[in-house]
């Protein structure tokens, strides 16, 4: 049976999205859940072929896990090219989806840094393979005639995300403490199959944009549309930054936690369980921000795009803070609550609605028709280039060991200044840049500057 090649003509939301959505809620819960547990597997229960323990320390482990987040936001540009130049976005994500349940397999079956190794690199593979086309595919259900509601799916697609990252956060670490790697590792991989499965069934009501490879190549070579790839590649690279502090979320904030008081309402939590808050910060921001703080804060002036992003950095830094001063207040042997953590998760959580669900809208609308989930892989190559920096940071650490600058507190404020000095940048390049949006069935129009 032949598929539907372009967008339904409606100006409702097309028959797809459903499947789109519920896909999306199983396949997040499927991977924040595995990230989830991640930095605890390695530093407490890695064991080696004899079954005896060979866990890393906190340097070692914060190093190799933002290497696999660096991996998994780096293969987005292999999806992309197998999408644009030959597979198409629906085939590409159900053959890579079914590489992403292998990876949870392995990980649940092997608890080794060889086993850890492989299943990582497989749900490296499948997990960024198929981001670019997801996030494109869901894109392309649009035309010219609902356009309209592309912000208010973005925003859906966003709650979907944090939704089932919320309860795979809460319930993985409760299955890793009291049924161990086996079972927290695997039944993320249930979930995964499952998702794997919606997106099948979604498959007659999809618009299914077939690949274009010679138009995909005639495309790079014009030169507006090289100018908007050049444009495009330069935010990106100051919002590398961003991620480089968002993701250590999973990392140097889990083990922080574990220094800390972790009574929540009377409640002892696991120190992984913590990162919950950041996904039910957003399922309750994402409608105060749309309906509250953007049209209170457009009222005084013009909120585009890149001053979104733009504020979302300034946020960003000062969340750093937080984290910087309960690390002096454990180093005086003090055991802070875990509610100061929490309020840094209040503030990077509005950092990433400003940053995250706006450059995911702008990279798809600023995209040329045909490069569309290349241009997102290029987008997910930013939060690559964040992970290796704070890799980087963390090899640099363990190599030098107690003696390092950046121990302690100072890795936090060194971070701080990172994002400080990004924000000021970031200023003066979103003022001269011109863009033009391009959508599924229309014709590229001509955007004005995002900021004067």
Not at 148 to 177: C, D, E, Q, V
Not at 251 to 276: C, E, K, Y
Not at 323 to 339: D, F, K, N, R
Request: hydrophobic share 50%.
């Amino acid at each position: 049976m032949s598929f539907r090649t372009s967008p339904a003509q409606l100006t409702t939301m097309p028959p797809g999205i459903p499947y789109i959505i519920g896909n999306e809620l199983a396949e997040r819960f499927s991977f924040y859940g595995m990230r989830t547990i991640l930095m605890i597997f390695m530093t407490q229960a890695l064991v080696n072929h004899a079954g005896m323990k060979d866990v890393m320390s906190e340097p070692e482990a914060a190093k190799w896990l933002h290497i696999y987040m660096g991996a998994v936001y780096l293969t987005p540009l292999l999806g992309g090219l197998l999408a644009d130049l030959w597979l198409g976005k629906y085939r590409t994500i159900i053959c890579l989806s079914l590489l992403y349940c292998v990876g949870h397999l392995i990980l649940a079956l092997d608890q080794t840094r060889q086993g850890l190794f492989l299943g990582l690199s497989c749900v490296a593979l499948g997990a960024g393979g198929i981001k670019p086309c997801v996030a494109s595919h869901v894109g392309d259900q649009f035309g010219a005639s609902n356009s309209h509601l592309l912000p208010r799916m973005y925003n859906w697609f966003y709650f979907a995300i944090n939704f089932g990252s919320f309860f795979s956060t809460l319930l993985t670490p409760w299955l890793m403490k009291h049924y161990g790697p086996h079972v927290a590792f695997g039944v993320p991989g249930i979930f995964m199959l499952v998702a794997t499965i919606l997106f099948w069934m979604g498959r007659h009501k999809f618009a299914h944009i077939p690949p274009q490879p010679h138009v995909f190549w005639q495309e790079l070579n014009r030169p507006d549309v090289l100018r908007s790839i050049a444009g495009l590649a330069m935010i990106y690279a100051f919002i590398a930054m961003f991620w480089s502090l968002f993701d250590q979320t999973a990392s140097r904030w889990v083990t922080q936690a574990t220094h800390m008081d972790l009574n929540v309402f009377g409640v002892q939590v696991l120190p992984d369980q913590i990162q919950a808050v950041n996904p039910l910060f957003v399922l309750a921001m994402i409608p105060f921000f749309s309906l509250v703080v953007y049209p209170l804060v457009g009222k005084v002036f013009t909120l585009t795009p890149l001053r979104k992003i733009c504020a979302g950095f300034g946020v960003a830094a000062v969340s750093f803070i937080i984290p910087g001063l309960i690390e002096t207040w454990i180093a005086a042997g003090e055991t802070p609550s875990i509610w100061w953590q929490i309020l840094a998760y209040l503030l990077i959580t509005s950092a990433e609605i400003m940053v995250s669900i706006t450059a995911l809208e702008f990279s798809y609308t600023q995209a040329p028709a045909r490069l569309k989930s290349f241009i997102m892989g290029l987008f997910y190559a930013s939060v690559f280039l964040g992970n290796l920096f704070t890799s980087l940071v963390n090899a640099s650490i363990e190599k030098a060991g107690l003696s390092s600058a950046l121990n302690g507190s100072a890795y936090y404020w060194f971070f701080v200044q990172c994002m400080a000095v990004t924000t000021v940048l970031f200023v003066f390049v979103a003022m001269f840049y011109k863009g033009r949006t391009y959508l599924q069935g229309a014709d590229a129009e001509p955007c004005t500057p995002e900021i004067h």
